[in-house]
């Protein structure tokens, strides 16, 4: 069968609903060139949560807020922040009472691992 056509005002109407949730963020396609699909996912989500951040530019981020907001189980949040950190775009530490994960994000890392893709196809070094 043949994709469905929609009109206009449809897609118009959904795309405003689903904007006016407030609950979504940009998806910044280049990321998956530097790392894995969950990766970007994590990362866009940390870094919408940023704006949050701490003085020491740390960002909160609880097991419970990535699963309801990236939709990771504890283990894949694990294996993720494990490679984000490995890129050295993240480091992750436990603090607070109860003490609690936070993440800083380093965006100069992420920009030389954009840069090195663009210039050679491979961001890792």
């Not at 897609?11 to 060139?33: I, Q």
Request: net charge neutral; hydrophobic share 35%; glycine share 6%.
């Amino acid at each position: 069968s043949s994709p469905r056509t929609i009109p206009e005002d449809v897609y118009r109407r959904h795309m405003e609903r689903a904007r006016d949730t407030g609950n979504y963020f940009l998806f910044f396609r280049c990321y998956m060139d530097i790392m894995s699909h969950d990766a970007t996912i994590v990362l866009q989500s940390l870094l919408n949560l940023g704006q949050h951040k701490n003085k020491d530019g740390w960002i909160l981020c609880t097991v419970e807020y990535l699963k309801k907001d990236a939709r990771f189980e504890r283990d894949a949040q694990t294996r993720i922040l494990a490679e984000l950190e490995g890129l050295g775009i993240i480091e992750w530490s436990k603090f607070g009472v109860p003490p609690r994960r936070h993440v800083r994000i380093d965006i100069v890392r992420i920009e030389q691992l954009l840069d090195k893709f663009q210039s050679t196809g491979n961001p890792v070094e």
